[in-house]
């Protein structure tokens, strides 16, 4: 089963477009990652939000060490207001199963 994650990146507010920068270069790298199915970026009042979905456990783990992740990591670095804040995300059933489901 697919695993769904959502991080939400906080930019210091004189950082915003550099954050923006780094995090489209690392896009179409992440793409390429083995086992990525949905690595979508979404932004809000200067805040960004990645919608992700890895074909499993391993697939996740490898992104994490993966040198798109580390590249990017170099590239936020003290540009962030806090930590990207990570959450994996448990389905719930619910409803038409192809609208009640990332």
Do not use: N, Q
Not at 32 to 45: M, T, V
Request: charged residues 25%.
């Amino acid at each position: 089963m697919s695993i769904v994650v959502v991080a939400t990146l906080t930019p210091k507010p004189d950082a915003v477009d550099a954050v923006r920068e780094a995090l489209l270069a690392a896009v179409p790298k992440v793409h390429a990652e083995p086992g990525c199915e949905l690595y979508a970026l979404h932004e809000a009042d200067g805040v960004f939000v990645f919608v992700e979905r890895w074909a499993d456990a391993d697939a996740m783990k490898a992104h994490g060490k993966a040198e798109p992740l580390t590249t990017l990591g170099a590239a936020l670095a003290g540009k962030l207001a806090a930590a990207p804040d990570v959450r994996r995300l448990t389905p719930v059933p619910a409803g038409d199963a192809g609208k009640g489901a990332v």
